[in-house]
């Protein structure tokens, strides 16, 4: 069974960082993306980025290039999302989901099968 659990969220002060985890189980991260995503009560769930085993091929997207960084321990089976310089507007609950994926990963949630319950950050001003 197919089973992503992140951690790692919190309340932090503005211009600190975090780092959220996915642990996965039920799956090998070979051939699977897995992708970080973060959504703000009422409004849509937006892609951050994501990563790809085994050549771990990595993508974040433009707006967060300079703040955020996916990597991923395999032995672990745990990939990371280092947050630096925190806003306020990075408020939100944080996801990992996953699938099956061939070439380059692309964060783009309805492509993503398998999701985690989230963990909520919230950056206080």
């Known amino acids: 069974q197919v089973q992503l659990v992140e951690s790692g969220g919190g309340l932090v002060q503005v211009g600190s960082s975090l780092k959220l985890s996915c642990t996965v189980s039920?799956?090998?991260?070979?051939?699977?993306?897995v992708g970080w995503f973060r959504q703000v009560p009422g409004k849509e769930r937006e892609g951050l980025g994501c990563?790809?085993?085994?050549?771990?091929?990595?993508y974040i997207k433009d707006s967060w290039k300079d703040r955020f960084t996916i990597t991923s321990d395999d032995a672990k089976k745990t990939i990371y999302l280092q947050m630096n310089n925190l806003k306020p507007e990075d408020t939100a609950d944080y996801f990992c989901?996953?699938?099956?994926?061939?070439?380059?990963?692309?964060?783009?949630?309805?492509?993503?099968?398998?999701w985690g319950q989230g963990t909520q950050v919230t950056v206080d001003s």
């Open positions: 989901a996953t699938s099956w994926w061939s070439g380059p990963c692309l964060p783009l949630d309805h492509q993503y099968d398998y």
């Open positions: 990563i790809k085993s085994p050549d771990s091929h990595r």
């Open positions: 039920g799956f090998t991260l070979e051939d699977y993306a």
